[in-house]
C-alpha cells in the first residue's frame, strides 16, 4: 500500500510541475481557459470559487462523452470528499458517502440530499434513490461537501443537484447505442428545441446488463423530459415529466472470504435460493413556476408528486423475530415548496457590494403501504407484516450573503424542521404509533478574497439525519417503529482556500472536523441479510480535500484530487455490550487519489484517462476485518465528425484497464463473514452516437 502511495505522488508530480509552466506561459497570452463556473444548488447562485464551502460540478460532455453512462459515479470521480460503492449491484443502489456520510446505507443513499431541477429525488424520511436520474440529459451535476442542513434539512453529508439540459435553439433528434462485456446494451433516444416561448427536450432510454456475476441481471427503461415555457408577464413554468420501469434487478449478495477467492463471479447460496432482487415501477411528475416579481427579485414555487410500486425479495423466509423475506411497497409522495430571493446593490463608484437575501419554505408528505410475505424460495408466501407508514416534513429556512466589504463576504443561514412519523398496524401485532423530530439547523460562513485568484473561507454549521422509515424497522419482533433510535446530528467546522492560477489552473483545499452524535450505524441479527438501525454515542469525522484542475497543454486537461479521512467512533456500546470507543468507522478509506486526464483535437478526436486509487478500509465496528486497497483505470476515446445537419460519433472504452482484482462493494457488519461483493475485471463497450440537427 505504501509503495503505490508513493508511486501516485511521484506520478501527480511529474504531470502537475510542467503544468505550472505551461500555465505560465499560456496565462501571457491573456487568454482564459476556465470560465466561471456558477453553483445553483445553494439557491443562491454564486461563482463556485465565491462559496464559503466545499463544492464541485461536471458539465455535460463530463457526464456523457464517450460514458456508459451506467452510474453518477462515472462522472463524479473528480470530486474530492465522495467515495462509491456498490456500483454493479443495480437491487441495493449506488452507495454514494460524502465526508463520510451516506456510508451505513445498505441500499439506497442517506444523509445526502438529492435534487433534479429542483425535484427532490430524496424523501421526507430522508432516504434518497438514483435509479430514476436520466444521465443521458444531464446538463450538470453539483456537489455540496458537509452539512448543508441550513438550506435543505436533512442533509449531513451534503447536496446533489442534477439539472437537465435544455432544448437547443435549433430543433434536434439523436439517437445513441452502447454495447458492452456481460451483456451489456444501451439505446437512447433523444430530441429537444425552441419553438417560440416553448423550450422543450426528451429523452428515452433503455438499458440491458446481465453482469459480471451470477444473479445479477439488470433491466431498466426510463423517460426523462422538460418542457418551459416563457409567459407573456416574463414568468416561466416548468413541467417535468420523468418515468422508470425496473423489472429486474437481481441481487448476488455478499460473499464470504473463502468464497471469494474460489470464485469470484458466483453469487451467494442464499441469495440463488430465494431469488433475491428487486423491480420497481415510478412515475413523477413536477412543476416549477419562476417569477422575476420585481428588479432584482425573484420569486419559485414548485410542487410535484411521484408514485412508486416497489418489491424487494430478501434472502430469507422469515426471520428471526418473525418478519418476511418479500416486501411489496405502493408508496406515494408529494409536496410543494417555493422562495423568494431578493438582491441589492451598494455601488458608490469605488466600492461595489451587494445583499443576496433568500426566505423559503418545504412541506413533503410520504405514504408507505408496506406489507411483508413469507419468501417461500421465490414464490409469495403468507403474509406476516401489513402496516401504512407516514412521514410529513414542514420548513422554514433563511439565507443571506452580504459583501461587508468587496474582499469579506458573510453568509449566514437557519432552517427548523418538523418531521412526524406515524405507523398504522393492520394486523393485531399492535405496532400503531407516532414519532416526532424537530431540529434547528445554523450556518455562518465567510469568505476573504486575499487577492485575485485567492479566496480563504471557513464555515461553522449544524446538521442533523433523522433515521428513514427503513431504518426505524424494529429488531425486536414487532411491528411499528424502533423507539430507540434517535435521529444524529453533526456540528462541521470548516476551513479552506480556493481560486485560480494564471487563468490556467484551478485549485481547492479544504479541512473540515465534524463531531457527530448519535450515529445510525448498521448491524444484523442473524443470517437472513437483512439489517437493523442503533445509535453509536459519539464520533469524529476529520480530513482534508484537495483538488487541482490544470490545462497542461492546448487541448490537454488534467484533473487531480487527493481525500484524506479520519473518521473514528469516541464512544460506542454495541447492542451486544461490544466497546468500539477510539475504533475507525467501517466503510470509509482513508486515502482516496484520483487522476483524470481528458484530450480533445480540432479534427474531431477526443480522448480520456483516469486513475482511481482507493485504500483499505474497515467492513466491521470492531475493527477485525479490512479490505484490499485498489487501484482502478478507465480509457475512453471517441471521434466526432459534424457536417451542416448530421453529427456522427463513434466511441470506445475499457474499464478496469489494469485488470484489477477488487471490491466494488463491502456490507457493513454483515453477518457469518458475507462482506464482499467482486468488482467486475476488465471489460469493454463501444458505442456510436447520431445527430440530426434541422
Not at 182 to 203: E, H
Not at 314 to 324: A, I, T
Not at 367 to 389: H, I
Not at 664 to 693: C, D, H, I, K, Q
Request: some cysteine; charged content about 25%; proline content about 4%.
Amino acid at each position: 500500500m505504501q509503495c503505490r502511495c508513493r508511486r501516485l505522488l511521484f506520478t501527480a508530480i511529474l504531470f502537475v510541475l510542467p503544468a505550472q509552466q505551461v500555465v505560465g506561459r499560456d496565462a501571457q497570452s491573456g487568454s482564459d481557459e476556465f470560465e466561471e463556473v456558477v453553483v445553483f444548488a445553494t439557491r443562491i447562485p454564486t461563482a463556485m470559487t465565491n462559496l464559503p464551502f466545499a463544492a464541485g460540478r461536471v458539465g455535460r460532455e463530463e457526464i456523457q462523452l464517450a460514458r456508459q453512462q451506467l452510474g453518477l459515479d462515472e462522472a463524479l470521480a473528480t470530486i474530492p470528499g465522495v467515495f462509491f460503492q456498490n456500483r454493479y449491484n443495480f437491487a441495493q443502489d449506488l452507495r454514494i458517502a460524502i465526508r463520510g456520510f451516506g456510508a451505513r446505507a445498505n441500499f439506497g443513499i442517506r444523509g445526502i440530499r438529492i435534487f433534479a431541477d429542483d425535484i427532490p429525488l430524496t424523501l421526507p424520511d430522508g432516504q434518497g434513490s438514483v435509479d430514476a436520474i436520466d444521465l443521458g440529459s444531464a446538463e450538470s451535476v453539483e456537489v455540496i461537501r458537509g452539512p448543508f442542513s441550513a438550506v435543505y434539512g436533512a442533509a449531513s453529508g451534503g447536496v446533489i443537484n442534477i439539472r437537465t439540459e435544455d432544448g437547443p435553439e435549433i430543433p434536434f433528434v439523436s439517437g445513441r447505442v452502447n454495447l458492452g462485456s456481460y451483456g451489456y446494451r444501451q439505446i437512447q433516444a433523444k430530441t429537444g428545441g425552441q419553438s417560440g416561448r416553448l423550450n422543450w427536450l426528451a429523452n428515452v432510454s433503455t438499458t440491458r446488463l446481465d453482469g459480471y456475476r451470477d444473479h445479477a441481471e439488470y433491466r431498466s427503461d426510463l423517460l426523462n423530459s422538460k418542457f418551459r415555457y416563457h409567459l407573456s408577464d416574463g414568468s416561466r413554468l416548468t413541467l417535468l415529466i420523468s418515468a422508470v420501469d425496473q423489472p429486474r434487478a437481481q441481487d448476488p449478495g455478499g460473499l464470504k472470504a473463502s468464497e471469494l477467492n474460489e470464485d469470484r463471479r458466483q453469487a451467494a447460496p442464499r441469495n440463488l435460493l430465494y431469488d433475491a432482487g428487486e423491480a420497481l415501477d415510478q412515475q413523477t411528475l413536477g412543476l416549477t413556476w419562476h417569477k422575476d416579481v420585481k428588479k432584482n427579485q425573484v420569486l419559485m414555487l414548485r410542487t410535484y408528486a411521484v408514485s412508486r410500486d416497489f418489491s424487494n425479495r430478501l434472502p430469507f423466509g422469515v426471520n428471526s423475530n418473525g418478519q418476511g423475506g418479500s416486501v411489496d411497497l405502493e408508496r406515494k409522495f408529494a409536496g410543494l415548496g417555493g422562495n423568494y430571493r431578493w438582491i441589492s446593490h451598494l455601488d458608490t463608484g469605488s466600492d461595489k457590494r451587494s445583499n443576496q437575501f433568500v426566505l423559503g419554505f418545504d412541506y413533503d408528505a410520504q405514504r408507505d403501504l408496506r406489507k411483508r410475505f413469507v419468501n417461500d424460495q421465490g414464490v409469495l408466501g403468507d403474509l406476516t407484516t401489513s402496516q401504512d407508514e407516514d412521514v410529513t416534513t414542514s420548513a422554514i429556512y433563511i439565507e443571506d450573503a452580504w459583501d461587508i466589504t468587496q474582499a469579506l463576504t458573510l453568509t449566514l443561514g437557519a432552517r427548523y424542521d418538523k418531521i412526524k412519523y406515524e405507523v398504522a398496524d393492520r394486523t393485531d401485532k399492535g405496532g400503531s404509533g407516532q414519532v416526532d423530530f424537530t431540529q434547528l439547523s445554523p450556518l455562518v460562513g465567510l469568505l476573504w478574497r486575499i487577492r485575485p485568484g485567492m479566496n480563504l473561507y471557513g464555515n461553522i454549521s449544524r446538521s442533523f439525519d433523522p433515521p428513514t422509515t427503513t431504518e426505524l424497522a424494529n429488531p425486536e419482533g414487532s411491528a411499528g417503529f424502533n423507539r430507540n433510535l434517535d435521529p444524529q446530528t453533526a456540528s462541521n467546522y470548516e476551513l479552506g482556500i480556493k481560486g485560480q492560477v494564471l487563468t490556467r489552473a484551478r485549485y481547492e483545499l479544504a479541512l473540515f472536523h465534524i463531531d457527530v452524535r448519535d450515529a445510525i450505524v448498521p448491524f444484523e441479527l442473524d443470517g437472513s441479510g437483512q439489517s437493523f438501525f442503533e445509535n453509536a454515542g459519539r464520533s469524529t469525522h476529520r480530513g482534508l480535500e484537495a483538488a487541482l484542475s490544470v490545462e497542461l497543454l492546448p487541448g490537454l486537461t488534467g484533473a487531480f484530487t487527493y481525500t484524506w479521512s479520519d473518521f473514528v467512533f469516541d464512544e460506542f456500546r454495541g447492542v451486544d455490550g461490544e466497546v468500539f470507543d477510539k475504533n475507525r468507522i467501517p466503510g470509509i478509506p482513508e486515502h482516496l487519489f484520483n487522476m483524470d486526464f481528458t484530450w480533445s483535437h480540432s479534427s474531431g478526436f477526443y480522448a480520456g484517462w483516469d486513475l482511481l486509487y482507493a485504500g483499505s478500509f474497515y467492513a466491521d465496528n470492531a475493527n477485525q476485518v479490512a479490505t484490499g486497497d485498489y487501484l482502478v483505470s478507465n480509457l475512453r476515446a471517441g471521434y466526432r465528425r459534424a457536417g451542416e445537419h448530421w453529427e456522427i460519433s463513434p466511441f470506445v472504452g475499457i474499464n478496469n484497464l489494469l485488470d484489477e482484482k477488487y471490491i466494488g462493494n463491502v456490507r457493513l457488519n454483515a453477518s457469518f463473514g458475507r462482506y464482499y461483493e467482486s468488482a467486475p475485471a476488465r471489460n469493454g463497450y463501444v458505442g456510436v452516437l447520431l445527430r440530426y440537427t434541422r
